[in-house]
């Protein structure tokens, strides 16, 4: 399974992932980053930020879209279609729109609208679909949407990708080809740990969290990001380490977490990176 990460870019690429995703809503950050990059130096996917627009009750231009798609075409692996959030026809229709100027762009497909027939449509045309609408959705709401997307892909078996969806014990129950997460900038941020903090915080004791710190070497970046002086240069660099510290533990928490999950579904008999000719 293929890991995107998005935020942090920068310490991305020092800790030796190539695999990111940008949003389209922070254009000014992607222009920076390709400003300094080469065509094909990363895998780089191009979010059409539609959910962060919506959020913001904005909208995206979509032939603004399109244009930046076509200057920037030579760094990108994948660009996403630009969806309608909860609307699977004018989601369609802009997919139509961006093909006929020229473009290649990923279909996107949100379970929430229940739209199964375009779904089929979209399996028997495409080799490679996004999923997407789930963020902020609770697990067994999640697992309910995703269920018949993959009960409708044993028969066409096509690529999906997971927008926004790092939840392990889901992408133990369906195969994704790839997903995206920002999760890892996430625990950098605010200065936790990945596996340990937030996500298991109702599993373990503040007893129990304080001796996997220290069995991980994490507690003094935890002392730094939360104690130090950020007034002062030396506490500035000492947050700066921490944060650094942090955000190596997280992305190989993650990158840990998908080679496990790749090597289920291997042997379970999903093995996109045979199938694709793909390094694993």
């Given at each position: 399974m293929k890991l995107y990460t998005v935020g942090c870019e920068e310490l991305t690429i020092q800790n030796g992932h190539r695999s990111l995703l940008m949003s389209y809503a922070a254009k000014g950050i992607i222009k920076r980053f390709l400003a300094t990059s080469t065509p094909s130096q990363y895998d780089l996917f191009l979010d059409s930020g539609a959910f962060t627009a919506f959020t913001k009750g904005k909208a995206v231009d979509i032939d603004e879209y399109c244009d930046f798609i076509k200057e920037t075409a030579a760094y990108w692996t994948t660009y996403a279609a630009l969806?309608?959030?909860?609307?699977?026809?004018?989601?369609?229709?802009?997919?139509?729109?961006?093909?006929?100027?020229?473009?290649?762009?990923?279909?996107?497909?949100?379970?929430?609208?229940?739209?199964?027939?375009?779904?089929?449509?979209?399996?028997?045309?495409?080799?490679?679909?996004?999923?997407?609408?789930?963020?902020?959705?609770?697990?067994?709401?999640?697992?309910?949407?995703?269920?018949?997307?993959?009960?409708?892909?044993?028969?066409?078996?096509?690529?999906?990708?997971?927008?926004?969806?790092?939840?392990?014990?889901?992408?133990?129950?369906?195969?994704?080809?790839?997903?995206?997460?920002?999760?890892?900038?996430?625990?950098?941020?605010?200065?936790?740990?990945?596996?340990?903090?937030?996500?298991?915080?109702?599993?373990?004791?503040?007893?129990?969290?304080?001796?996997?710190?220290?069995?991980?070497?994490?507690?003094?970046?935890?002392?730094?990001?939360?104690?130090?002086?950020?007034s002062t240069p030396e506490g500035k660099a000492k947050v700066k380490w921490a944060t650094e510290t942090l955000f190596k533990q997280a992305l190989r928490f993650y990158k840990n977490q998908a080679e496990i999950i790749t090597k289920l579904w291997t042997a379970r008999g999903v093995d996109w990176a045979k199938q694709l000719g793909e390094k694993p």
């Open positions: 969806d309608v959030i909860g609307d699977a026809e004018a989601t369609l229709n802009n997919l139509s729109y961006m093909e006929k100027q020229g473009l290649s762009p990923l279909p996107t497909f949100h379970p929430i609208t229940q739209r199964w027939d375009i779904l089929e449509m979209l399996l028997r045309k495409y080799s490679y679909i996004a999923i997407g609408g789930l963020v902020g959705i609770k697990r067994k709401k999640r697992r309910a949407l995703l269920s018949p997307v993959f009960a409708l892909n044993c028969k066409y078996k096509k690529r999906l990708h997971g927008f926004g969806l790092t939840d392990f014990t889901l992408l133990r129950e369906f195969p994704f080809y790839s997903v995206d997460s920002s999760s890892v900038a996430y625990y950098s941020r605010v200065g936790n740990i990945a596996g340990i903090d937030r996500v298991t915080s109702k599993r373990r004791t503040m007893a129990e969290k304080q001796e996997a710190y220290v069995a991980g070497g994490w507690l003094q970046a935890k002392a730094d990001f939360r104690l130090s002086d950020r």
